[in-house]
Structure formats: structure tokens, C-alpha cells
């Protein structure tokens, strides 16, 4: 949980709602942004896609299906990496993400592969996308898990996908919730309960502004959310860490992911419901 930059915050535990969220989250993003992608770029790849900190590639998992031909949205795009995966595979990759900054590193690879993934600024919970525009959209860990009022960003994706549409994302393992954010051996006792959906805040010291908040969802409230919004869950992949990956990143580690997850990965179809007659 965080952003390893320095600033003096003290963390805390309550309620916080969409407005402040989003107030928080993309000026966080925005001051992190350079440092994001100097430390992580080259294992993201100009036009890779990766799931999560594991390395689970998309050419791996399959779990967007065949994207040739068709029109795609990647939420919480930030420097565009996926959605030129995307391109490069013969679909219309577009990206939406709050930060500004992430969006000019995006502009910046686009210059310099020559695939550009054109961009805007945006929230999840109100997509600038008309209805019915897209085939597939997803979010590696992107958005999700910085959104309080994700019912709304599960209906949004609901309208701006076609009937028959793929709806994807990968989150923090909700398991993890349990553990401190430690990739070592202290990361691997549970010191609170897998149930409480109390936000976890970072808030300035000098100021006392929210400066960055991250929500909890259970496996459970997942599963109800998509199925509440008329989606059919297919996947829900578990990426197990690789033999001989040692990369560090945040709170996942080699330590930690040889025992427990570090990232849910939903797969899930759209058919909008019938209207009563």
C-alpha cells in the first residue's frame, strides 16, 4: 500500500469517499509518475502486458481473448504499455488514467515506439465514453483498488461495453488486506481481519490533506459486484510467483509469494439484461 516516495504521512484507517479518493489518488499518481516508470519501464515493457508483479504476461494467460479487429479500453491506463500490447496485436487500444503525468509518459513512448495509444484524462466512475463503444475493457492493476464507489465503476463498464463484451482486471489478492505491506518475513503474519473494508489513508503531516487511499474488497464482494452489474464470471486466476523471480516490488517478493497470493485476476462476459416487457 503507498507510494514509495518521500513525503512525511501518517497512516490511518477510515472512511473516505469518492470525492476525496479521487482528489488524493490522482495528484499521487502525478508526483509519482517519473519515479514509476524509471524504477519499473523496462520489466512493464514499451508495449508489454503484464497482469501483475508475478510477470504473468497476457500472452500467457489469454484471459482478453483474440483483441484483432476490435475496440478496446484499458482503465487506469497510465503509460499506455498494455494498450500498445494491444495495438500490436491488431485491437483498437485506447486508455483513460486520473494522472496527467502518467498520460505525457504515455505520449513520450508513443513518440518513441511510433504506437501511439491515443488517451484521456479520466475516472473510472464516469468513463467519457459514449454507450455500447467498446469490446473488451480492462485495468491492470489500475483503477479498481483506488475507486470508493466501485458500483459505479462497474456500471460504467457495463454501459460503455457492447452485449457480449469482456470486462478483465487484476487487484491486490484480497488475502493480502490481512498482511502489513512488508515483502519480507514480517510481511507473512496476519495482524488484521480479512473483513474489514476500512480504507487505508495516507495523510500529510504538514497539511493534514488525504494524500493517497487505497479500498478492500473481499473475493466475495468482487463476485457479487459483476454478477450484480450482469456479468458471468469465467476466470478468476491466481498467478503463483515464478521459480527464480526475484524482483521486488512494493510488498511482493519471492518471500511472500512462494506461500500466498499476490493477485486476483477476473475474467468476466457482459450481456445486458432483459428489459420487462
Given amino acids: 500500500m503507498g507510494t514509495p516516495y518521500d513525503r512525511p504521512v501518517r497512516v490511518e484507517r477510515r472512511a473516505v469517499g469518492e470525492r476525496e479518493s479521487r482528489a488524493a489518488n490522482g495528484p499521487d499518481w502525478d508526483r509519482y509518475a ?6 519499473h519501464g523496462s520489466y512493464l515493457g514499451d508495449a508489454g502486458f503484464l497482469w501483475g508483479p508475478e510477470g504473468l504476461t497476457e ?4 484471459i482478453l481473448g483474440n483483441v484483432n479487429g476490435k475496440d478496446v479500453l484499458e482503465v487506469g491506463s497510465g503509460a499506455g504499455q498494455c494498450s500498445r500490447w494491444v495495438r500490436n496485436h491488431g485491437g483498437r487500444g ?8 502518467q498520460l505525457q509518459h504515455s505520449r513520450r513512448i508513443d513518440d518513441e515506439t511510433g504506437i501511439a495509444v491515443p488517451s484521456v484524462l479520466g475516472t473510472a466512475t464516469a468513463l467519457p465514453f459514449a454507450a455500447d463503444t467498446f469490446d473488451v475493457v480492462f485495468c491492470s492493476f489500475g483503477a479498481l ?3 470508493a464507489d466501485i458500483g459505479d465503476a ?3 463498464t457495463a454501459r460503455v461495453l457492447r452485449p457480449g463484451g469482456r470486462f478483465a482486471f487484476s487487484v491486490t489478492h ?16 496476519a495482524s488484521q481481519s480479512y ?3 476500512t480504507p ?3 495523510v500529510e503531516d504538514r497539511t493534514g490533506a488525504v494524500a493517497y487511499v487505497e479500498h478492500h474488497r473481499t473475493l466475495g464482494d468482487w463476485v457479487a459486484l459483476l454478477a450484480g452489474h450482469g456479468f458471468r464470471i469465467t476466470d478468476l486466476l491466481e498467478p503463483e510467483w515464478p521459480e527464480g523471480h526475484d524482483r521486488v516490488w512494493g510488498g511482493w517478493s519471492q518471500t511472500r509469494g512462494r506461500l500466498t497470493p499476490g493477485t486476483a485476476l477476473f475474467g468476466a462476459d457482459w450481456q445486458p439484461r432483459p428489459q420487462p416487457r
Fill in 34 to 39: 517519473d519515479e514509476y516508470q524509471a524504477t
Fill in 154 to 156: 462497474v456500471a460504467e
Fill in 195 to 197: 473483513w474489514d473494508r
Fill in 174 to 189: 484480497p488475502t493480502r488486506w490481512m498482511f502489513p505491506d512488508d515483502p519480507g518475513p514480517d510481511g507473512l503474519t
Fill in 145 to 147: 483498488q483506488f475507486v
Fill in 94 to 101: 485506447i486508455g483513460v488514467d486520473l494522472s496527467m503525468r
Fill in 59 to 62: 500472452d500467457e494467460a489469454g
Fill in 200 to 202: 487505508y489513508v495516507e
